[in-house]
């Protein structure tokens, strides 16, 4: 399976400076604060920037997300980086989207199995 993932850097005020845009374009995000855009980043921000100084790195996996520019499933991975002597956040966001849909699918054929034990699998799909 081929995994597609987009880098972005931003700094401490969640200002995009970079994005390789390979999964959604952030033209128009560029040198803009990202944070009104990502309802998740928005509730974790401020505590992801105390972790990062701490722990350097940071894994969130299995973010569903409802944009319209990126829907499905997602892992976040926040590393703290230097460039030009200032802290930089590389957020990572890898396109899990058909593996959460394939343990979605398996997880309710097994507890559909579970609850209809005389069915037959194929009736669950």
Known sequence: MI????????????????????????ENLRNQNIIPYFPFLESVFDDLI??????GRIVFTGVETKHAFLPGYY????????QNKKEVIEWQILDTTTAYNDLKI????????????????????
């Open 3 to 26: 995994l597609l993932k987009q880098i972005l850097l931003i700094n401490k005020d969640a200002i995009l400076l970079h994005s390789c845009d390979s999964l959604f374009v952030t």
């Open 50 to 55: 105390n972790r990062l100084k701490a722990d």
């Open 75 to 82: 892992d976040y991975i926040f590393n703290m980086m230097y």
């Open 106 to 125: 398996q997880q309710q054929n097994h507890h559909n199995s579970k609850a209809f034990p005389n069915r037959n699998a194929s009736n669950f799909q």
